[in-house]
C-alpha cells in the first residue's frame, strides 16, 4: 500500500498520480472501476487508492532490483502485479458480500429463535404428526 489507504481522489486528482494517460484512466474505470470500489457520481468519481492500485495504474517507485530486470521482464512483472491487484480487490469484495450476508442471517436466526410463533408451530406440527401416528 501507499500509505493513503483511506484517501479517495477524484477524477482529476488521480490524473495526478498514476502513470497512464487520461483515456486510459477512465477506459479501466469504466471497465473495473465500480468493481473495484471506485463510485461514479453524476459530477465525476470518487477513487480510492487501492483502486488505483488494483487497476495497475499507479506510479511506482523503481528499485535497484527492478532498474537489472529486462523490459520484458518489467513487463510480466508488472502484468502479474497488475493481475494480483485485481484479484485481491475481487476477493475482498466479495469477503465483504459474505460478511454481510452472515451478518443478515444470524439477525434472522436469532429472530425466529426468540419468536414463539416459531415454537408454537414447531409444537403443532410435531402433536398433529403424533396423532397421526396413533
Known sequence: MTGHESHEYSFSEALEVVSCSESTLRRKLNENGSKLGATKLKKGWRIPVETLEALGVLKTVTGQ??????????????????????????????????????????????????????????????????????
Do not use: Y
Open 65 to 134: 532490483t527492478t532498474e537489472r530486470m529486462t523490459g520484458h521482464d518489467r513487463t510480466e512483472t508488472s502484468q502479474e502485479i497488475t493481475r494480483l491487484r485485481i484479484e485481491n480487490a475481487t476477493l475482498r469484495a466479495e469477503n465483504e458480500g459474505l460478511r454481510q450476508l452472515l451478518s443478515e442471517r444470524e439477525k434472522v436466526v436469532a429472530l425466529l429463535e426468540q419468536s414463539p410463533r416459531h415454537e408454537s408451530f414447531w409444537s403443532r406440527f410435531t402433536h398433529r404428526n403424533e396423532r397421526k401416528t396413533e
